[in-house]
């Protein structure tokens, strides 16, 4: 009885895994990991325990393996402190908040309802949450409205982070009122992080910023986790760790698996990083071109649409944005209900600018009505020839 229910565990995983080979994944928070690091989150690290005072035997590799991702980390952003034990992204930026601020301090934030990260923690840990002013048409920043709302509420922290991020925040516009106030400027680059190592996108520390967080699986090559970096301050760097280690607050065991995973991803961006998201940037503006030419409306014309790994394509509300996911879906087409498409998981499957009018044709034809089996065909069709990993090493 036992064994069939593995079985049957093992059965629903390679459903999965052999659907998913032959899809065309389009969700812009997803990404491949290479056959690297999957090997390293299948190793023995991921049986084991360590702590930073002694108390497990067995540890000296642990050990090793963290100061091996820390240093790459440092490395790849060329931050003075990286820290690697955050389980996800939203962890790392809990370890920020809870690790700088005190209950009821201020902080400034974008609005879920304006791109911003969806945070929630004020309903459990007390902060005087505000939210930055918004141009809802640009899918910008109002920068004289943030100015002022930072300067009249003097926050502990501004966070600068975007889960629809079609183009750079502007940083350097508001470092200076920041200065002034005594607020940390902090930017929660998850979506953009491989962008960022691959000198695609703003680099924050070079605008201002004092920290850089992130989820390390979107654009960044994996594995699922967090990353904290602060660029050159010792104390921010401490405030920022309190809650990542003994006694723990947010992380106990920091999966030393995931950690050796990520030291090999971050080595991958070292070595192709720039390539790699050259391309994902190429791809997504030839996306949103193509998409266009086939009257697929796409936000952001005014602004050639993107300069991340996204596009952002216009739907009247969330029911049409279900509503066009569900049809993309039954052809295996996969993106989310935004309409948000990604472009870093085909760019790092290999496909170049030549096939982003293809995935905008079938998308389109889909759209607008064809037989699902029909586009599904054409889909497998164009996978089958993209099934390895590109940009990591033999
Ligand atoms: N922020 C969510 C997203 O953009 O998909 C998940 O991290």
């Not at 879906?329 to 496909?351: F, K, N």
Request: glycine share 8%; hydrophobic share 40%; net charge negative.
């Amino acid at each position: 009885m036992t064994a069939k229910m593995v079985q049957k565990i093992q059965s629903t995983v390679r459903k999965h895994e052999l659907w998913r080979q032959k899809c065309l994944n389009l969700i812009p928070s997803e990404n491949l990991t290479s056959p690297q690091v999957r090997a390293m989150l299948g190793s023995d690290f991921g049986h084991r325990y360590a702590w930073d005072e002694f108390w497990y035997g067995g540890q000296k590799y642990s050990v090793e393996i963290e100061e091996q991702a820390v240093e790459a980390a440092k490395k790849l952003f060329q931050a003075k402190y990286a820290n690697v034990r955050p389980l996800s992204g939203h962890l790392s930026l809990m370890a920020v908040i809870m690790g700088m601020c005190q209950p009821g301090d201020p902080i400034a934030i974008s609005h879920s309802d304006n791109g911003g990260y969806p945070l929630n923690l004020q309903a459990r840990f007390p902060l005087d949450v505000h939210y930055l002013p918004y141009l809802q048409d640009q899918y910008s920043m109002d920068v004289p409205g943030a100015i002022e709302l930072i300067g009249q509420v003097r926050p502990r922290l501004v966070i600068l982070g975007a889960s629809i991020f079609l183009k750079p925040h502007p940083v350097t516009d508001l470092a200076k009122i920041c200065q002034e106030t005594g607020t940390t400027l902090v930017y929660d680059g998850s979506h953009v992080l491989g962008l960022i190592a691959g000198g695609q996108f703003q680099n924050p520390f070079n605008e201002g910023a004092q920290i850089m967080l992130g989820s390390t699986h979107k654009t960044f090559f994996g594995p699922q986790g967090g990353i904290v970096l602060v660029k050159d301050d010792e104390d921010l760097a401490e405030q920022v760790s309190v809650t990542l280690r003994p006694n723990p607050v947010l992380v106990d065991n920091y999966h030393h698996h995931r950690v050796a995973a990520l030291a090999v991803a971050l080595a991958e961006l070292l070595a192709f990083g720039k390539a790699y998201a050259k391309q994902v940037v190429d791809n997504s503006q030839e996306l949103a071109q193509s998409l266009v030419q086939r009257n697929i409306p796409v936000i952001g014309a005014d602004w050639e649409y993107t300069s991340s790994h996204q596009v952002l394509v216009e739907t009247k509300d969330f029911e049409q944005g279900k509503q066009m996911c569900t049809q993309l879906e039954a052809a295996d087409i996969i993106a989310d209900a935004g309409v948000r498409l990604g472009s870093q998981e085909v760019t790092r499957r290999g496909m170049k600018t030549a096939q982003m009018p293809v995935i905008a044709q079938l998308i389109a034809e889909r759209l607008q009505g064809a037989d699902p089996s029909q586009v599904k065909k054409q889909v497998h069709s164009l996978t089958s020839q993209f099934q390895s990993t590109a940009f990591c090493f033999e």
